[in-house]
């Protein structure tokens, strides 16, 4: 008969050897868009079109960008508001709305931007 400590080590074995076979792979090191990264390219895209001309107040540039935003839709056929949501953005910009570029700019992240980091973070932005 064996003792029950030869049962409890054969268990803890049987359970680390489960545990190692189910664990999950560590995520791949991001490649941009990380501290000590490069941006990726939409994020980049964002910071030095978008933010700048949101900062200095340029309307003319706004609109013109977000108009470029729209165009470049990764999934035009299934991301529709997309599309909407971009324009609302150069409408407002045309107008010199300002809450309205933030608002349309905020309902697009909201919706879009957790998927499209997942599918298309480090993607180059389409022409």
């Not at 359970?15 to 501290?35: D, K, Q, T």
């Not at 030095?48 to 609109?63: I, K, N, S, Y």
């Not at 608002?103 to 919706?111: P, T, Y």
Request: charge should be positive; hydrophobic fraction near 40%; include cysteine.
């Amino acid at each position: 008969m064996k003792s029950l400590g030869f049962y409890v080590q054969y268990w803890r074995s049987f359970f680390a050897l489960g545990a190692c076979l189910v664990a999950p792979s560590a995520p791949a090191a991001p490649v941009c868009g990380a501290p000590g990264k490069p941006a990726c390219p939409w994020q980049g895209y964002m910071r030095t079109r978008l933010a700048t001309a949101l900062a200095h107040r340029d309307f003319r540039e706004l609109e013109r960008r977000l108009a470029e935003v729209a165009k470049r839709n990764p999934e035009p056929t299934k991301w529709h508001n997309w599309n909407k949501f971009a324009l609302d953005g150069a409408q407002a910009a045309h107008e010199g709305r300002l809450r309205g570029v933030v608002a349309a700019c905020a309902r697009c992240h909201a919706i879009y931007r957790p998927e499209h980091n997942v599918k298309y973070r480090e993607r180059k932005l389409p022409e």
